[in-house]
């Protein structure tokens, strides 16, 4: 069934110009378009945005250590090792489960949705379900290793925000620093509750 459904998406890859190059933009920039969203809500955002951005860094760092531990307890060979596949980008021969894209996607997506930015939020899980959807196109994943994708994502994002008053005091601590820079927007210091 997973090599089915990868067929079904894989197989539209090379027959249509525009979503080839709409679907390699995705899957190559993706994470810089989240960085920058990131970028942008930390330096012109008040200080709950600047927490966000802390508290989705820290989700996406949980989400990728948890798939460099699952990808060591399982490999799962790429789909263009072992079978003909459309391959617009080509990519190391390493484990294809889970997706460290697509885990980076919705952790950070994730994470924003969490803390109560919805329309931000909701734009990144858009951007973030694409990028799923791009890493089969382009070849590189098999569905399956996305849904794992999501799950750890969901897994990562959901500890950090129980633990956020756990984690509290490690946004404080980076706010603060940053607030000390000389000749960066600044923002006003206040308990975040």
């Known amino acids: 069934m997973n090599y089915t459904l990868f067929q079904d998406i894989n197989q539209q890859a090379g027959h249509h110009s525009f979503l080839d190059g709409f679907m390699v933009f995705i899957t190559k920039d993706a994470l810089f378009i989240f960085a920058l969203v990131l970028l942008l809500m930390w330096f012109f955002g008040k200080e709950k945005f600047k927490y966000t951005v802390v508290f989705a860094g820290i989700t996406g760092v949980i989400g990728l250590f948890i798939n460099v531990v699952l990808g060591h ?19 190391a021969k390493d484990s294809s489960f889970p997706s460290d894209h697509t885990t980076g996607a919705f952790s950070l997506a994730l994470a924003v949705l969490w803390r109560k930015h919805r329309k931000i939020g909701l734009a990144m899980l858009l951007l973030a379900i694409l990028t ?15 849904l794992a994708s999501i799950v750890v994502s969901l897994f990562a994002s959901w500890f950090v925000y129980s633990l956020s008053r756990v984690f509290m005091p490690i946004g404080r601590i980076i706010i ?3 607030n000390r820079i000389p000749l960066v927007p600044k923002t006003e210091q206040s308990i975040e509750k």
């Open 73 to 91: 307890i399982y490999y799962e060979p790429r789909p263009f090792v072992t079978h003909h596949v459309h391959l617009l980008i080509q990519h």
């Open 176 to 178: 603060h620093v940053y």
């Open 132 to 146: 799923g959807i791009s890493r089969v196109y382009v070849g590189h994943h098999y569905p399956f290793d996305i």
